[in-house]
């Protein structure tokens, strides 16, 4: 599986920005996928994820309320929607799939990542 993280970019407190993970190969909708991010200085941290068929999610209780993950198994494609952002979601957003059995919030079972895209929340 590759993936091909997008969508990051510079926006001020409150605003939104939505991440897109377009990823390929034949059997995406067997992946749980995840969004981590990392911020400087700091570890690698689970933000988000999605079990195949959309039925389980979960998101960190640092963006509940405020974001929303979702997948479209049609379209090899992972979307973190991202609202009332605050400063301290700045941070390289990475996706990440895991084929660990079970639903995993740790790095170590997720065995392919995307490149990363830079949010930036200005106060």
């Known amino acids: 599986v590759q993936l091909q993280a997008s969508g990051g970019g510079l926006v001020q407190a409150g605003g939104s920005l939505r991440l897109s993970c377009a990823a390929s190969?034949?059997?995406?909708?067997?992946?749980?996928m995840g969004w981590f991010r990392q911020a400087p200085g700091k570890q690698r941290e689970i933000v988000a994820l999605i079990k195949w068929s959309g039925g389980y999610t979960y998101l960190s209780d640092s963006v509940k309320g405020r974001f929303t993950i979702s997948r479209d198994d049609a379209k090899n494609t992972v979307y973190l929607q991202m609202n009332s952002l605050k400063p301290e979601d700045t941070a390289v957003y990475y996706c990440?799939?895991?084929?660990?059995?079970?639903?995993?919030?740790?790095?170590?079972?997720?065995?392919?990542w995307g490149q990363g895209t830079l949010v930036t929340v200005s106060s």
């Open positions: 990440a799939a895991s084929a660990t059995y079970g639903v995993s919030r740790d790095v170590r079972d997720y065995q392919y």
């Open positions: 190969g034949r059997t995406f909708r067997e992946y749980t």
